[in-house]
């Protein structure tokens, strides 16, 4: 493993990369539960609605084996899972708007990433990755920081989005639960462990508010902690039904131009989308050079492009690298190996599926929140003072929470950056692909967005 990994090369140890890993997989294994309570939502045309059981093997294993691939692959510690925007737009764009069979809806996943797979062959999304100014790679990252602190915030029930208008987001008119108790709990101990620098400290405020939500369910009535409950049973048979169903009609059933629409729109945002997540990552794991580029990003892409392929393929909708795994880099995973502890606990999901129930997203959100306050620090590097930087990092930084899209943050802050810089007088600060992606979301944000 040392060698395999270069372990004390890149200033890590065993002990460090296993209990990183875990803490990745204990902040990631929410998507166990949540991806196939969306896919399973609703039914298509023909009625048929996805099986609940084959929904939870297909998230497990592609999540499973694609995080597994990019440990071995690419040596770096960035978990895959289905990804929560584009199985919303499976579900609710393609077969619920569009009136796809979930087979179509899948087959627009494999299409596009194949297409991403071509564009990292030929060296472009790559190129494009690296042509983004530092700037705007800090605040993505700064901006993914707030997102997942947001993500943490919501789920947790902590802030909601109130049903009968007032603000976007406002706070639970009922906080004064024992849901909110664990949360609280679970992020002061995450505080003071991290404070302290108790290695696993991640993983432990996890572990400490899980307990407690499963002692408070278990001396009250009822389960004012959501998700804290032992399963009544912890083996389940896996069901690989959903494997391979999959087909390329969508041409047929939508017509040439409203297909393609769809799949530019997926397409964009998984591509931005994973280009944020590495580079923020990346630099939590301090794996980024000085020039804030990831010396290993084609294997990083390559086997990100194959996630949404095999995430298609099976049905469980595009898998990317999930923004969860700064909790693994920032409890200290450096390498490839935190990936494989990580991917081998999916695939054992497959068999103890109950368990993932057991986590409550109160105990998640805590360390969403406290890695999102980690992240936040990237902005430091922003001058500020130039408002011709500071207004495009804003705006990443900005409309990644408040439109709840990672790619909008991206995109509004690559338009705005060469918009300014070109009218400025400042082109030489344009690299030509960083004008094209900016044209490319010109026309999303303007068509695009189906």
């Given amino acids: 493993m040392e060698r395999f990994f270069r372990i004390s090369a890149r200033g890590s140890t065993v002990r460090t990369e296993v209990l990183a890993g875990l803490a990745t997989f204990a902040t990631m294994a929410y998507i ?85 797979l071509v564009l990292v062959l030929a060296g472009l999304r790559e190129a494009i990755m690296n042509a983004i100014p530092d700037v705007l790679k800090r605040s993505i990252g700064a901006g993914i920081g707030l997102f997942i602190a947001l993500i943490g915030l919501v789920t947790a029930g902590i802030v909601e989005h109130p049903k009968d208008g007032g603000t976007v987001i406002a706070m639970n008119p009922d906080i004064a639960t024992w849901n909110t108790l664990v949360f609280v709990v679970g992020l002061v101990a995450i505080g003071v462990l991290v404070a302290r620098e108790v290695p696993a400290a991640l993983l432990l405020g996890i572990l400490l508010a899980t307990v407690l939500g499963v002692v408070i369910n278990g001396i009250s009535d ?34 040439t131009g409203a297909a393609i629409a769809v799949v530019v729109a997926v397409l964009m945002a998984n591509f931005f989308d994973a280009m944020g997540t590495a580079l923020a990552v990346g630099r939590k794991a ?74 409550p997203s109160a ?44 790619a909008n943050g991206v995109g509004a802050g690559v338009i705005l950056y060469v918009l300014i810089a070109l009218l400025r007088g400042r082109w030489r600060d344009v690299h030509p692909l960083l004008g094209a992606v900016a044209a490319v979301f010109v026309w999303y944000f303007s068509y695009g967005t189906v």
């Fill in 222 to 255: 009822g389960t004012p902690v959501p998700g804290a409950e032992l399963p009544g049973s912890v083996t389940a048979t896996p069901d690989f039904g959903l494997v391979g169903d999959v087909s390329f009609n969508v041409f047929d059933a939508l017509g």
């Fill in 286 to 359: 301090g794996l980024v050079d000085e020039d804030g580029r990831l010396p290993m990003l084609r294997r990083i892409l390559l086997v990100e492009s194959a996630g949404a392929i095999a995430g298609g393929a099976a049905s469980a909708s595009s898998n990317t690298i999930f923004v969860e795994s700064t909790a693994g880099a920032a409890q200290g995973a450096r390498t490839g190996l935190a990936n494989v502890v990580t991917g081998v606990l999916f695939l054992c999901c497959m068999f103890l599926s109950p368990l993932a129930a057991v986590i």
């Fill in 32 to 116: 166990l539960v949540v991806n196939p309570s969306i896919l399973g939502a609703v039914a298509d045309g023909s009625g048929l609605k996805l099986d609940h059981a084959q929904l939870v093997t297909a998230t497990a294993l592609v999540a499973g084996l694609l995080t597994i691939a990019m440990g071995v692959f690419a040596n770096v510690p960035m978990a895959l899972a289905a990804g929560l925007g584009i199985n919303a737009f499976v579900t609710y764009t393609l077969v619920a708007g569009r009136g796809l069979d979930w087979s179509d809806a899948m087959g627009v996943i494999v299409i596009e990433g194949a297409i991403m």
């Fill in 363 to 406: 105990a998640t959100g805590p360390v969403l929140v406290a890695v999102g306050a980690m992240m936040i620090g990237q902005i430091s590097g922003i001058d500020w003072d130039d408002i011709g930087v500071a207004l495009p990092a804003f705006a990443t930084v900005v409309l990644m929470p408040f439109t709840y899209s990672i």
